[in-house]
């Protein structure tokens, strides 16, 4: 995937887009539903569109094809991140690579006890509009403010974080054992080489 | 090789040049024991729970002399993960315990920590969650815990991490109180039936004198063990006190009112259907126990927690009142000062306040300066106000608070972390500018020696019900 990405940030092929994209809607299947199918085509239209109409009305050269090109790498990478993020709780996702990529388990965890604070974050930042609010203050999202007070309370946090890990056995330089683990089987392997080896076909095949 | 705990000529400071937090303290907790440390509130028991455990000087400070020694090996030379093994800790706050989202997940993630095989894992957080007798906790989520539940499944990690000695910080501050005696008795099992060694700081000494072996005073950064401490407990039970307040007896004149108001946290209901005023230009005293959902009510009160039932301002319902028009009338002392500051020094946060002043004709120079003279933050007006001292922050919270002068002040523990010196400026501050405002003030404190005079009434939050009452039974300990 990550190699499919690489690929098509330096190929000049539309096809190959449409291929990825095609590809990633039959992974998809199991878990798309019709709201989430809306999610995934419509929530861009407008950069994409944008996208488009840049290109064909400034660009230089075939301008057909790089508005083309560009707009469909756009749903391309959409869908790339979609398999990521549709497919797999987040758990799950940074456990299999701590696994199998062996990226360090301080960068999986840490990673991990950020997502799990989101809630505290939602309710904190309520807590700062609210708190702005009775000194007669209105603190939008985009208020300076907000960033500042968050940052003084996500310091504190990350100690706090870090201190409950490290009481709970956590440490960098450990070696961990694993409760859940995600394998990856052979024909995984077979699958993704047979779908790599599609998108060369359909990128070198001068369909344009 | 001996099994114990110990601290040898302990000196520790948070910076090199500040005051020394632990002054050459020794200690030896041995195992298998039930041990307690109190001192009162802010006295630096907390930093010297984490030096034993090894979190300072690691997160924070300085050891300027001496030792913390675990089974005659020195805590400064250990890994991490092999003083878990040995010691584990519980926080006081025990939504800092967790990494993770589930019980479930902290579990395999501890145990996962210590590298252990798959079957053994398995069985641990089994044979744990037995033990303490919460089963059917394994797969709910941390955030819908209360915080009995939430100290009960820190108290199973730490047995399926299988330490010897469990540290514990002031470990009931957010448990209500049957909790806390069915984890007081759980710990005592732990200790007779399964060889734990517990030490466990409190500035409250209620339940635990037929419970411990060893009773440490904690003053001033030394320990002092206590032989007869039966004298102590006795000194305890000697100062219980009773005051009376008045009832409320009519509701013509106010200002909030609850029509059948429920809430809760998470699964478990902290009120149920509470119908009551709060009357105009009253000082009202809110007391319950620990976890009683107190600070939830003030949450409640100002719409950041969801409610069930009607809650009133002025006949008007306060869902159908626009946000920043309600912030204009009811407004709160959060517990954490600087939730509060929106500028950076003392004086432009004074300026704000005065811009949004409800009576800015009672708030002249001359009084504000008058003001800052007796809270001794005169002369400080360009400090940054982040960089102020813990207690002059909250003094700058409640005055900058008041010069807003809202119809309806919450205070959320206003006098904790405040000296008795300060108190006695702050409290009479509070009572003549709320009279002059016009203003209804509800306070939550657990000081109330000095305090109760200047309320009305005194507001009870007891077995989920919310409700006036006459009589406040209290301990004054000093």
Known sequence: ?208 | MSKELSAKNLTFSYEADSPKILDNVNLIIQANTFNILYGPSGSGKSTLMKVLYGLYPEFAGTIQSGQVLIDAQDLADLKPGAIVKKIAFLFQNPLNQFAMTTVDLEFKFTLENLALPKADMAQRIKTALAQLHITDLRYRKIDTLSGGELQRVALAITLAMDSQFIILDEPFASVDLTSRQQLLALLKDLQVNHGKTILLADHDLSGYADLVDHLYQFDQGKVQEIADFSVVFAKFQHFDQQRRFPLPISADDCVLNFKDLSYGTGESPLVQNANLPLLQGKMVLLTGANGSGKSTLFKTLTRLHPFSGTIYYQQEEIRKIRPKQYAQKVALIFQNAQMQYLRLTLQEELDLSLAHAHHPEIWTPAVISDQLQALHLKGLEDHIVYQLSGGQQKKLQILEMLIVGTPVLLLDEPLAGLDMASIQVVLPMIATMAAKQQQTIIMISHQLTGVLNFFDYHLALADKTLSYQEVLAYQSIN
């Open chain 1, 1 to 208: 995937m990550i190699f499919a990405s690489f690929e098509i940030a330096f190929t000049q092929s539309i096809w190959a887009n449409v291929y990825l994209v095609a590809l990633c809607l039959v992974y998809l299947i199991p878990t798309l539903t019709p709201k989430r199918i809306a999610w995934l085509l419509f929530m861009p239209v407008i950069p994409i569109l944008g996208t488009w109409m840049s290109f064909y009305f400034h660009g230089t050269g075939d301008v057909w094809h790089t508005s083309w090109l560009l707009s469909t790498r756009i749903y391309a990478y959409i869908f790339l991140g979609a398999i990521v993020t549709f497919t797999m709780p987040i758990n799950n996702l940074l456990g299999s690579l701590e696994q199998n990529c062996h990226i360090p388990s301080k960068f999986v965890y840490g990673t991990l006890g950020a997502f799990n604070f989101i809630p505290r974050v939602t309710q904190t930042v309520k807590q700062i509009q609210s708190a702005a609010l009775m000194r007669g203050e209105v603190l939008h999202a985009w208020s300076p403010q907000i960033f500042f007070k968050a940052v003084l309370i996500s310091l504190r946090w990350s100690d706090d974080l870090a201190q409950s890990m490290q009481s709970h056995g956590f440490w960098e330089q450990q070696h961990r054992s694993h409760f859940d683990t995600y394998p990856m089987p052979l024909w995984n392997w077979a699958v993704a080489l047979l779908a790599l080896g599609g998108l060369q076909v359909v990128a070198f095949s001068g369909l344009g």
